[in-house]
């Protein structure tokens, strides 16, 4: 079971993990080892206490009752009840947050990379319990079968740090996403099988203060006191209620909303933070100070302030208080001998190594999941081996378990034996890893593999210069786009002495968009673009999604048609995987990696700790001088892109005959599998159709997503209520397994068009909302329609023709321009910026928003500005040269 200094589920010394966690996480990440230490601390305080010449001191001090009266209420409990039924619901309350937290931004979002850790984390609590009773069946232990169930993560953390390099950095990964279905299986288990004579009004009482919790947490009333009130109230209520105080805090936590930050939010806070800084006052301050604090989520906040009170206080004195044990000669007799000890010490040395390395195993042999990069099945079983330290809520369920001291003693000594067993048993396993394979050791990369080849790396500085810098790097890694400023420090530092080369290494299973993403720097590349789409990703991160890559190559003046047909194809695919197959011969095991004249950089990826690393390792020799003084360094001058409007593009011409045949497959319009529409069936809900049904309205501001099941569908351009010459006409038809939707859809904008079903039969309707659902645990799925999307937008891409003008149709330069273009028949689109926001976006970046004439965007993505009519002419008429970059 976790221990409370770790709040999060998704740990590594790599930045990009980092990068990922929560503030308490990293707080965790960066003192695991000391945390783990002072819960040694305090048990061996215990220990050394309870067994000195003062040790009957130790029981009186525990044992010394302490009563809080108010009027004729009082609750009364000694010592080290105040300490496990009182201080211990902080600990389960950072428990329940760490739950929601996973539940909603962490590891347990993506049920596909969660499940190799489950299984082995539910054998993992059945194999040891089962174990248990086999032994005492029957005996007066018998109830103690709880106690070998739970993993103390904060000591199997701690353990991994002194492992050090023998241990795999992605093993945590592994091991604190078991840990969060280990929390809520011994959680389950306190609540179910050790509470006894259950009231049911103080019950209702604490029902009705999670109901009050709740809507405080809706009404985002985040004020500390109105929260204490309630949980001191459902704390009294579940001490009375019979069913363990510590599990109102484990509610009380998953009711704490967890979100990541907020964009608007971020920057009304860094606003409000500008505005006091220009005029401090009093109210400002204020307003400042609440807005950087809903950027940040609750769950999040809290975690901060009670993770190092948690960690650092109350489970070392938990461990004072219940560690205690004399060893005296009549124990140890007892304890060798005792069914209690035996079963708890063979659970969790024996059970748990078995349960979670097994399953684990079968579940990896069996298809059923995969192990994160970098964790073979030989380091699962260490952390397996690790994973018999269960400290902290062994020595709870104990406690609930016996009443009798005795029992208590035996199941204690069985804790702690088991605790020193399962530590050494690790590190010797560990050991015996590194010494057979000393590869999966490795704590990061040592050799560049392969070699910078300049003919096929995408380089910046001079292909022959001295130094060389390559990075490792995911376009959606926000700790990338960190290093994406020391990168550009170190280029102006060096000059020409350094060349720097950008290897992809996307990490979908964090960063659902960041294949994609990748993909698209290679597209842009193709057209000689790559490093204009590298630095405009980087600088809008938060927009990835396929039609936000759109927008960006139409910015760069891309040729979109050929651009989304590669990315919907997947033609530089193969490319990415390339680098990511160079990344794992190389040792990468995050993002950002750098690789300093061709050797892994391990420390710091500061500008400063890179640019030592460049000047000692330079081949020329020591004190060489190629670092530039600072008076001379100059930021290189940066080309400026114009970001161009969407295109209006016309529709597929599909003549309508006497019956409406299926459209022919052509990638665009994607035919599920029977395994992708079985997922959607999960969340989608069936729909009987009738001929002339009308499914989506084009336009309208509430849609759904079908999949056509039996019968088929057609798509139908032109209002639909405009009569037999309103313009409508059929542009495709789709039978059984077709996905219906859009790109513009898929980013919540209003369908362009209607579908009505052209025979009797039958779809699946999903909402927005549940397809992006099924889309972050289903990244296949997701890549099939988004894909097909793009593949689609290519299409109508290729059909648009003509020029688009950008320019306020009042303008007198407009009226000319008009009037010759309808002249010379030029097929043209007219965007107004008094209309269009993208259109008044694009004049802004060009320069020209107070300009008084329209400017003109070839198909080609050149901006024509006073053009000829001659000009005008050439670049309506010229074909697409597919082929230039």
Same mark, same amino acid.
């Given at each position: ?16 993990? /980092? ?20 819960? #040694? ?26 009563? @809080? ?12 009840? &105040? ?23 962490? +590891? ?5 990379? =969660? ?29 103690? &079968? ?118 608007? +939010? ?47 206080? #109350? ?9 205690? #044990? ?82 208590? +003693? ?18 010797? &396993? ?5 010494? !057979? ?6 704590? $990061? ?59 992809? /290494? ?12 990748? +993909? ?61 197959? $160079? ?31 460049? #000047? ?42 006497? !019956? ?35 499914? =989506? ?70 909402? /927005? ?11 296949? @799925? ?47 689109? &007219? ?30 993505? !050149? ?23």
């Amino acid at each position: 079971m976790t221990s409370p200094s770790r709040t999060s589920s998704r740990a590594s010394r790599t930045g990009h993990l /980092l990068a990922q966690l929560s503030t308490p996480a990293r707080r965790f990440l960066q003192t695991e080892a000391s945390s783990a230490a002072l819960l #040694v601390v305090g048990t061996l305080a215990a220990l050394l206490w309870a067994n000195s010449p003062w040790g009957d001191s130790y029981e009186r001090v525990w044992h010394t009752e302490l009563s @809080l009266e108010l009027g004729s209420m009082a609750v009364a409990m000694d010592l080290r009840h &105040w300490v496990n039924d009182g201080l211990m619901v902080f600990f389960f309350f950072l428990i329940g947050m760490e739950v929601r937290r996973e539940l909603s931004m962490g +590891e347990l979002t993506q049920r596909s990379r =969660l499940s190799v850790p489950a299984l082995g984390a539910v054998a993992g609590l059945v194999v040891p319990a089962g174990l248990y009773l086999a032994i005492n069946a029957g005996g007066p232990g018998a109830q103690g &079968w709880g106690i070998p169930m739970a993993t103390d993560t904060a000591f199997v953390l701690g353990a991994l740090a002194l492992v050090g390099s023998r241990c795999p950095t992605q093993l945590r990964v592994f091991l604190l996403s078991l840990s969060v279905v280990d929390d809520i299986g011994a959680l389950t288990v306190i609540a179910v099988f050790y509470s006894d004579d259950i009231d049911l009004i103080a019950l209702g009482v604490a029902a009705l203060c999670v109901v009050a919790f709740g809507l405080l947490t809706r009404l985002k009333v985040w004020r500390g006191p109105a929260y204490f009130a309630v949980g001191v109230v459902m704390w009294l209520a579940m001490h009375a209620s019979g069913v363990h105080a510590t599990i109102g805090g484990v509610v009380l936590g998953l009711l704490v909303s967890a979100y990541r930050p907020r964009r608007d +939010e971020v920057e009304s806070a860094g606003t409000l933070a500008r505005a006091f800084r220009q005029a401090p006052d009093v109210a400002l301050a204020r307003r400042a100070k609440l807005s950087v604090e809903r950027a940040i989520s609750p769950n999040e906040r809290i975690g901060a302030l009670l993770v190092p009170w948690s960690g650092y206080v #109350v489970v070392p004195v938990f461990a004072l208080a219940n560690a205690g #044990v004399q060893f005296n000669t009549e124990l140890l007799d007892r304890a060798l001998t005792s069914p209690i000890t035996i079963g708890v010490f063979v659970g969790l040395v024996v059970g748990k190594f078995v349960g979670i390395g097994l399953a684990s195993t079968l579940a990896v042999r069996f298809g059923m999941g995969s192990l994160p990069p970098g964790v073979s099945l030989a380091s699962v079983w260490g952390g397996a081996a690790l994973s018999g330290l269960g400290f902290t809520v062994s020595l709870f369920v104990a406690d609930l378990a016996f009443d009798d001291a005795v029992l208590r +003693e035996e199941a204690m000594v069985g804790v702690l034996a088991a605790g020193v067993v399962a530590a050494a048993l690790g590190a010797v &396993w560990f050991w015996a890893l590194g010494r !057979r394979s000393p590869q999966v050791a490795s704590a $990061g990369p040592r050799q560049l593999d392969p070699p910078v080849d300049p003919e096929v790396d995408h380089l910046r500085g001079p292909v022959d210069a001295p130094l060389t810098l390559v990075e490792y790097g995911d376009v959606e890694c926000p700790f990338c786009g960190r290093a994406s400023g020391v990168v550009e420090e170190l280029r102006r530092r060096f000059g020409d002495d350094l060349r720097y080369v950008f290897r992809h /290494l996307p990490l979908p299973d964090v960063h659902p968009h960041a294949e994609l993403a990748a +993909e698209a720097t290679e597209a842009a590349g193709a057209q000689g673009a790559f490093w204009a789409m590298h630095d405009r990703l980087f600088a809008h991160q938060d927009e990835l999604e396929a039609d936000q890559l759109l927008d960006h190559a139409a910015a760069l003046g891309l040729d979109l048609g050929r651009f989304a047909e590669e990315l919907g194809s997947g033609t530089h695919a193969a490319r990415v995987r390339a680098d990511v197959a $160079g990344a794992e011969a190389s040792g990468v095991q995050g993002t950002p990696t750098f690789f300093v004249n061709g050797v892994g950089h391990d420390g710091p990826t500061t500008t400063e700790a890179l640019a030592a690393a460049l #000047v000692a390792s330079d081949p020329r020799g020591p004190g060489h001088g190629s670092l530039l003084p600072a008076a001379e360094l100059v930021t290189p001058a940066r080309s400026s892109v114009a970001l161009s409007p969407a295109a209006q593009l016309p529709a597929i011409d599909v003549l309508p005959g006497e !019956r409406l045949a299926e459209t022919p497959e052509d990638g665009a319009s994607p035919r599920l599998s029977d395994g992708h529409t079985a997922v959607l069936r999960r969340v989608g809900r069936r729909l009987s159709t009738t001929r002339g049904q009308v499914l =989506l309205r084009s336009g309208q501001a509430e849609f759904d997503f079908f999949v056509v099941l039996a019968g088929t569908v057609a798509v139908v351009e032109g209002p639909l209520d405009g009569g037999p010459d309103g313009g409508k006409r059929v542009v495709a038809v789709h039978g059984p397994g077709r996905f219906l939707g859009g790109l513009n859809m898929l980013a919540g904008q209003r369908p362009v068009r209607s579908l009505v079903a052209a025979e009797d039969g039958e779809v699946l309707v999903l909402s /927005l909302e549940q397809l992006r659902a099924v889309f972050t645990r289903d990244r296949g @799925l997701a890549d099939v329609i988004t894909r097909s999307f793009l593949l689609r937008r290519a299409m109508l891409i290729g059909q648009a023709s003509g020029l688009r003008v950008v320019g306020d149709r009042r303008w007198p330069a407009s009226t000319e321009l008009r009037a010759q273009l309808a002249e010379d028949g030029v097929p043209h689109t &007219w965007l107004d910026p008094a209309e269009d926001d993208a259109a008044a976006r694009l004049l802004t970046e060009l320069g020209v928003e107070e300009a008084d004439a329209p400017v003109v965007l070839t198909p080609d993505g !050149r901006v024509l500005v006073e053009p000829t009519r001659d000009d005008l002419a050439r670049f309506a008429t010229a074909p697409r040269d597919l082929t230039t970059t």
